[in-house]
Structure formats: structure tokens, C-alpha cells
């Protein structure tokens, strides 16, 4: 088996091992924070406008008097639902693109270029331009960051399945009479997982980053429902008077991201042990 | 070499043509018909037989998109329905904007990320090294939007330093443009050096340890000049072609940073059109867009035959 070349390296690494905890740890508080904060994240409180943070309230209140705190919880909660939907879907419709390309010759050329027009295109800026055309809700922000990042997935997938499609192993298939669906989903999908792996972990970031974008932009899902991104959007204004209300969502995208990104270098140092220097 | 270049546009223009049809598609992904989008919702019938006569919509989509297509070749991209006038010219008014922003970004990112890279090169595996990697992870994942925010508060808010936003055309008043510019060509820029400065590094250090250096070394070669002219002319090729991507990337990131900086731009274009559900806007930024990014391929490719004779002499 390749197993025992592809293992050589055991663990991701001091580095990538703490951002994995860091990570869990993020996941876990913001899915546990409603029941161990329970102060509503919409509560409107007159009195107690941008207080700072302090005993009472740990990250300050907003200009409303909401909890920056309760928002935060139910900003990640969204931002959580949304990165992993998202990254479910894109890997799911960009490994069966990928794979059509790369084992269907006829329909290589034309999906492969159609990708490259998209690559055209930065990923945000097409992803606001989808939502001009629909309602903005969770869902069509979800749709729209899969229709973006699919390209980028499938063309990985589809180099990949190139590769394989020429290994000893898949011949030995083919020559044993093999099915092609036997072939793509018992030899080549199998194959192409740790990548599959890695982007799944990139493309968690990248969505946790491009929801965020598209809320404060403005075209994200509507308020009162807090984002990450929505608060930093009302809060930028209060920048000379209640700097923490953009602080604290701006570090937790921040951690969110750079886990991700730490995590999805670490796996695929793991992976491919050429690049681990 | 002309015979590479004249390939790469023409592919690059096919590219330029698929993008045509994704803004076109796009569009009609809106709910509802264009006349009921143009009109209103309370436009006679009448009204709108005369608008779909009058724009071509009664005819078969293939015949609206060649029509289409042709009007965006002669630079015409229709009528913003909110400004009430031409897209060519909305666009055309606030590109300066945006190029400057995009490019003093791009001249902040490669100078950082350049400079990281050959640093962290040079000192690999020492603690330099290690602190620009995680200079350079930092700034693949922070939002933009809120260092520039993190910024304003510090530089503007706190020391009073520099302003927290608006724009100076640097034709008109270049010591102010280049104080208003300062901080969002900072935010936009660090994102791109650490990607920059990763690539800079790999390809550096495979340089360094080229034949070519020890030669240069052991002739007594000055040291900076063996980092600068000998190994980093070697490493150049996958450092522009990051540079390239960098310089197409920081455009569409100009949006976001226009907002925060309030700078009337091409981004805050986009944003209120999507806002206002102005369509011709928003197909006409999609277009400026790809374009930019066709343009900066076309001129990578340029550098790469310049800069490397082994490029000239494959394509010839």
C-alpha cells in the first residue's frame, strides 16, 4: 500500500495541532455560548448605550445597548453554519465536476475552460454580484460561495484524477475488466481525499471570510440577526467612541481563518511530504 | 516569442468572451423580467410590450446576447436606471480611483513581500525566518475590512496621525493624496505580501542553493549582490507570476476597502448597485474586472519573456 510513504511523518505538527485545538475549542464555545451566556444577542437596552467592556458586561455593549458578547455567539453561529454548508456543498459538487472532467475526455476541455472564465472573476466580487439577483438570505450567500469556490475545487480534482488515471493500479483495474464507476469511486476518489481534505479546510476559511465580506459589504443575510461581518459593517461608524464593538468580531473571523489556514497547510505537509521542509 | 504572446492573448481573449456570457447570464438569474425590474411593478401592459419591443427582450436570448455583445464590444454598457446615465461613463469617472488605491496596494505588497521573502530566504530556519511566516499567515486570514477599521482607530483616532478616509486625486495635491492613501493602500496591500512573501521565500531558497551562487561566492562576488542579482534573478519567474495574480486580486479587494475608507470608487459602485438592484452597474463592473485581470495576464506573460531568456527561446 501507499500508506506507509504518505505516513512517513506521524502527527500535523506542533503548529497546526494547537490551531486545530484553537479551532475546536472556537467551534465549541460558539455552539455551547447560548447556554452558558444566555442574554439575548437582540435585547435592546437604553441604558446602557457602548458601555465598555467590564464584570457586567464582558465585551462591552453596542450602540443599542446589546451585548457584544450574546452577538458574537450568535454572529459565529451563522458564520459556523454557513462555512461548513458551504464547504459540505462545494466539495460535493467540485469532486464530481472534477472527476466528469477527468475522465470524460469530451467534456475535459469545455468544463476546464468555463473554469477558467470564473477564475477570471475574484471570488468576492462574483459572489456580490449573484446577490444582486437574489434575496439576501443565508441560503443564496451559501449558494453563492458554492458557485464561486466549485471551479477552484473541481480543477484540483480533475489534475488529480489525471494523475491517478495513469498509476499502475488503475491499469491493473482497467485490464481486470474494472467498470469506470468502479474505477472513479473504489481508485481515484480514494486517492484524491487528502486534497479533497486540505481545500475542505481552506474553503471552511475562505467562506467564514467571504460571508463576512458580503455582511459588511451589505448584501449578506439582513439584520437584526447578527454576523461577524454585519457588526463590524454599524460599527465602523462608532470606531471614535466604542472601538470593541468592531474589535472582537474582526479577531474571531480573524482566529477562525488563520486555524484554518494553519490546519490545511499542516494536513497537506502530512500528505505530501516534499513540501514539509 | 511573438508566436507565445500572440497565443496567450488569444486564449486569454477566449477567457474575456466566456466571462461576456457569465455576466449576461447572470443578470437574467434576477427574479422576474428586466421590463418588471426597469419599471416597476406597477407599469401598464402596455408599457411594458413597448420596453421589451424597444430593448429586444421579445426576441430569442441567443439574438439579445449577440446584440448585447455588440453593444459591450463598442464600449457601451447600457443605462444605469439609478444615475440615470450611461455605465461606460460612471465607470469610466471613478476608475482613477480605484487604480490608485489598486496600485499604490500593489507597489506596498510587493515591496513587503519581497523583502520578507528574501529576509526569511537568507535566515531560513532562524527565528527571522519564522517571524515572517507568521507575518504572512496573518495576513492571509485577517478581513481586510477590519485591519483597515483597526487602523483608522490607531492612526486616526488614537495619534491623529492621518485621515480616516476620503480621496486626492495625486495629480491635484500629491502630499495629501499620498496621506489619504497611506492607510487604505496598507490594509489592501499586507493581505497580498504574505502570499508575495511565501513564494519569494521557496523559490529563494532553491536559488541559493544553485551552482551558479557557490560560483559567484567563491569569485568574491559581494554578498548583497549575490542575493539580489544572482539568485533572485533566478527565482524571479514564480514571484511574478504571484505578483501577477496579486495585482488582478487587489482590484476586486479595492471594494471592500472603499467602503471602510469611504472612497468613491469602482467598489462603492458595485455595492450601492447591488443595493439598488442596478443591473446594467453591476454587469459592467463584472466586465471591468475580468478585463483588469485579462490586461495583467497579458502583461505577466510580457515580463516573463523579458525576464527570462529560457521562456524566449522555448516559444521561438
Known amino acids: 500500500m501507499a500508506e506507509s510513504a504518505t505516513r512517513r511523518r506521524r502527527g500535523l505538527g506542533t503548529v497546526a495541532n494547537v490551531s486545530l485545538v484553537g479551532l475546536v475549542l472556537l467551534i465549541a464555545l460558539i455552539v455551547m455560548g447560548p447556554y452558558l451566556y444566555t442574554v439575548s444577542p437582540t435585547l435592546v437596552a437604553g441604558r446602557e448605550r457602548l458601555k465598555p467592556p467590564s464584570m457586567a458586561h464582558p465585551l462591552g455593549t453596542d450602540q443599542f445597548g446589546r451585548e457584544v458578547l450574546a452577538r458574537v455567539i450568535a454572529g459565529g453561529q451563522q458564520s459556523l453554519r454557513v462555512a461548513t454548508l458551504t464547504m459540505a456543498l462545494t466539495v460535493a459538487a467540485g469532486s464530481l465536476l472534477g472527476l466528469v472532467a477527468g475522465s470524460v475526455r469530451a467534456l475535459d476541455e469545455i468544463l476546464m475552460r468555463i473554469s477558467d472564465a470564473f477564475l477570471a472573476l475574484p471570488a468576492v466580487i462574483l459572489a456580490i454580484a449573484l446577490m444582486a439577483v437574489r434575496e439576501p438570505s443565508e441560503a443564496n450567500v451559501v449558494l453563492a460561495l458554492v458557485v464561486v469556490y466549485t471551479p477552484r475545487v473541481a480543477r484540483l480534482v480533475r489534475g488529480k484524477a489525471l494523475l491517478i488515471r495513469e498509476m499502475p493500479y488503475v491499469e491493473a483495474a482497467n485490464a481486470l475488466g474494472a467498470r469506470r464507476s468502479r474505477v472513479i469511486g473504489w481508485h481515484i476518489l480514494p486517492n484524491a481525499t487528502p486534497e479533497l481534505i486540505v481545500q475542505a479546510t481552506f474553503i471552511f476559511g475562505y467562506a467564514i471570510l467571504d460571508e463576512a465580506t458580503l455582511s459588511f459589504l451589505g448584501v449578506g443575510p439582513p439584520p437584526p440577526a447578527p454576523s461577524w461581518g454585519n457588526m463590524l459593517s454599524e460599527a465602523r461608524y462608532l470606531v471614535r467612541d466604542a472601538f470593541w464593538i468592531s474589535f472582537f468580531p474582526g479577531l474571531l473571523i480573524g482566529i477562525a481563518v488563520l486555524s484554518a489556514n494553519i490546519l490545511g497547510d499542516g494536513i497537506r505537509d502530512r500528505y505530501d511530504p516534499r513540501r514539509g521542509e | ?316
Open chain 2, 1 to 316: 516569442m511573438t508566436g507565445f504572446l500572440a497565443s496567450r492573448a488569444l486564449s486569454l481573449a477566449f477567457v474575456l468572451w466566456l466571462v461576456t456570457m457569465i455576466a449576461f447570464v447572470v443578470i437574467r438569474l434576477a427574479p422576474g423580467d428586466p421590463s418588471a425590474i426597469m419599471l416597476g411593478s406597477d407599469a401598464t401592459p402596455k408599457a411594458v410590450a413597448e420596453f421589451r419591443a424597444k430593448y429586444g427582450l421579445d426576441r430569442p436570448i441567443a439574438v439579445q446576447y449577440i446584440a448585447w455583445l455588440g453593444r459591450v464590444v463598442r464600449g457601451d454598457l447600457g443605462t444605469s436606471i439609478y444615475l440615470g446615465r450611461p455605465v461606460t461613463t460612471a465607470i469610466l469617472e471613478r476608475l482613477p480611483v480605484s487604480l490608485t488605491l489598486t496600485l499604490a496596494a500593489f507597489v506596498i505588497a510587493v515591496m513587503l513581500g519581497v523583502t520578507l521573502g528574501l529576509v526569511a530566504a537568507y535566515w531560513h530556519d532562524t527565528w527571522v525566518d519564522r517571524a515572517v511566516s507568521v507575518v504572512a499567515a496573518l495576513g492571509l486570514s485577517m478581513p481586510s475590512f477590519w485591519l483597515g477599521i483597526c487602523l483608522i482607530y490607531l492612526f486616526a483616532v488614537r495619534w491623529a496621525l492621518l485621515p480616516s478616509g476620503g480621496f486626492v486625486e495625486p495629480w491635484v495635491d500629491p502630499p495629501a493624496s499620498l496621506r489619504h492613501l497611506l492607510l487604505p493602500a496598507f490594509a489592501l496591500g499586507y493581505l497580498q505580501s504574505g502570499l508575495i512573501a511565501r513564494m519569494t521565500r521557496t523559490s529563494m531558497l532553491e536559488a541559493l542553493r544553485g551552482d551558479f551562487v557557490r560560483t559567484a561566492r567563491s569569485k568574491g562576488v559581494a554578498e548583497l549582490r549575490v542575493v539580489v542579482k544572482h539568485a533572485f534573478r533566478n527565482a524571479l519567474i514564480p514571484v511574478l507570476t504571484v505578483t501577477g495574480i496579486a495585482l488582478a486580486v487587489l482590484f476586486g479587494g479595492a471594494v471592500v476597502i472603499e467602503t471602510v475608507f469611504t472612497l468613491p470608487g469602482v467598489g462603492r459602485l458595485l455595492v450601492n448597485a447591488v443595493v439598488r438592484r442596478d443591473y446594467a452597474v453591476v454587469q459592467g463592473t463584472l466586465l471591468l474586472v475580468a478585463l483588469w485581470y485579462v490586461l495583467v495576464n497579458i502583461a505577466v506573460d510580457i515580463l516573463y519573456t523579458v525576464s527570462d531568456p529560457r521562456v524566449r527561446l522555448r516559444a521561438s
